[in-house]
């Protein structure tokens, strides 16, 4: 797979998105036909009259007037405010102290405008069953139209979607919905987005999760208390549906401490009904998805400089995913964090579990870090924890870091106890396996994984690894691809020594119908210029300059 520029990808993708981004069709209302501006809409948009088309069409100034977004609830209405080009929602709209149960639209606004929430965003009624609440299982949606932006002024903001409840919001290729800070929407030179402007995105399912036990799911009363603003997940139904989340760009979330943190998005125990596609995240605080049980799917994913993990899973998840790109560069820990659940399966305080131990199916992803030392970590690929397990194929793992913590692959576990347990006993058991992948790093493995001792002291993990297919190449032959060079090509790459080294990709769609079959190992073919894919990787990246 010969290393080729991405960057040429990038321009011509650039240029096709600038050629072609007027949007989507956005609906315009004048408010009256008089010659003079109606001031009964607060902080109008005017549009005057230049004698070449604008105005209202007896030759006046015109007010635009915003579909901003309203709904009822118990007879009373709410509708958010005109502010300029934005619409602006005060707390008594919405809040962290209001759970909102009534469907709305948040429609796209011409001229950059944006929807800007000075309070949480939660759709949808919070039921702890075991206190005597049920579940509305028809709850509201929150509907986002394509190109809408959509900001928050403060740290502790953020979107929940509770039981029940459904998020639509679908964009399109180059004109995507996008969740950001107000520093970016309002800012200047002196007023700069960071992460932790706001607290992201987070969906609470009814899928299950190893937190509960299998009664407590089946009876309906699994109350998992999800992190940031209590609220609960967890159920008896691997296919529920949530919504939809496609083409979405969320910037600048994340917040909290370690264990009750936000990540930019949070999938609670979210089904397989629900569709996670086309996602970029970028500089968020914490993680930039963290899966909590549950069989979602996501797919088309894109993760740059997030402060810890570019995709993290716990609790049971079993859901796949595909095409997958984290670039650790600038920040960021792994680009993969997994952990199974706590309980060893095979002891009775495992076995009563909802669901087993996370364990999911992952082709053509890659890796792509400098090693340097973040907020939250070296950047590094992956780390495998407690009882988790994988089935990774065709995984691209590029890393120049040298020090303990940058290494392509951590199986971390103390091993205490007789015998291997957790993902020690699942790698010598085949339960953890990499497929026709590649580690392309300066540092392959963490010490701890190369000098066991004891029951594992005949473990060798470089041996364990290149069985199936897989290459360990070194890194000098990649010294290039750090920030542009990210595609590879049929199979074919030039190791550490200039040999060239073939690789051939796993084939899944026989088995799973999720999986698209390609040629190539990692996220991205040198080949595929012309596909929505190659476009979406292309438009991240360019954001992130």
């Given amino acids: 797979m010969n290393l080729s520029g991405l960057f040429k990808v990038s321009l011509i993708s650039s240029a096709l998105v600038l050629a072609g981004c007027g949007g989507g069709d956005i609906n315009i209302t004048p408010t009256n036909n008089d010659n003079h501006v109606d001031n009964s809409v607060e902080n109008p948009v005017v549009v005057p009259d230049t004698g070449n088309g604008g105005g209202d069409d007896n030759g006046g100034d015109k007010v635009v007037e915003l579909p901003c977004a309203s709904y009822t609830m118990d007879g009373t209405p709410f509708k958010g405010d005109q502010d300029g080009i934005h619409c602006k929602y005060s707390q008594a709209f919405a809040s962290n102290a209001k759970s909102i149960s009534s469907s709305f639209l948040l429609e796209a606004l011409p001229d950059g405008g944006a929807h800007i929430f000075e309070g949480a965003l939660f759709i949808g009624d919070d039921v702890d069953t075991s206190k005597g609440g049920s579940i509305d299982l028809d709850g509201p949606t929150l509907t986002i139209e394509a190109g809408a932006t959509i900001a928050f002024t403060k740290a502790e903001n953020f979107v929940r979607i509770g039981r029940g409840s459904k998020i639509h919001a679908v964009g399109e290729l180059g004109n995507p919905i996008t969740f950001t800070s107000i520093k970016e929407v309002d800012g200047d030179a002196e007023t700069v987005p960071a992460m932790q402007d706001w607290g992201g995105i987070q969906i609470n399912g009814l899928a299950t999760t190893v937190e509960c036990t299998k009664t407590e799911a089946e009876s309906g009363m699994c109350n998992v208390a999800a992190e940031g603003v209590v609220s ?300 929505n894919w190659a476009k979406f990787v292309a438009q991240s990246i360019a954001r992130t300059k």
């Fill in 232 to 531: 609960y997940y967890g159920g008896n139904n691997d296919a529920d549906n949530s919504g939809s989340l496609e083409h979405v760009v969320v910037k600048y979330a994340g917040n909290g401490v370690e264990g009750d943190e936000l990540n930019s998005i949070t999938l609670n125990a979210v089904g397989s009904g629900t569709k996670v596609e086309y996602i970029h995240i970028h500089q968020g605080y914490d993680d930039g998805i963290e899966l909590f049980g549950g069989q979602v799917n996501i797919k088309h994913i894109v993760v740059t400089d997030t402060a810890d993990d570019g995709i993290d899973w716990d609790t049971g998840w079993k859901g796949n995913g595909q095409f997958i790109l984290v670039q650790t560069l600038n920040q960021g820990n792994h680009g993969f964090e997994t952990d199974g659940g706590k309980k060893d399966p095979t002891t009775d305080a495992g076995a009563d579990r909802a669901t087993t131990v996370s364990n999911p199916t992952i082709a053509n992803a890659t890796v792509v870090s400098n090693g340097i030392k973040g907020p939250r970590g070296h950047g590094a690929g992956m780390e495998m924890k407690e009882w988790g397990k994988a089935q990774l194929h065709n995984m691209l793992f590029v890393s120049q870091g040298t020090e303990d913590g940058a290494a392509c692959f951590d199986l971390y576990d103390k091993n205490e106890g007789s015998g291997p347990v957790g993902v020690h006993a699942n790698a010598i058991a085949g339960d953890i396996k990499f497929h026709n992948s590649i580690f392309a790093c300066a540092n392959n493995f963490e010490p701890e994984n190369i000098t066991l001792d004891g029951d594992l002291a005949g473990f060798d993990i470089a041996q364990w690894f290149t069985n199936d297919g897989n290459q360990l190449v070194g890194f000098s032959a990649f010294e290039n691809v750090l920030g542009a060079d990210l595609a590879t090509t049929n199979g074919t790459i030039k190791d550490k020594d200039g040999n060239n080294v073939s690789v051939e990709s796993s084939k899944l769609s026989d088995e799973n119908s999720f999986f698209t079959d390609v040629t190539y190992v990692g996220a991205l073919g040198e080949d595929e210029t012309d596909s």
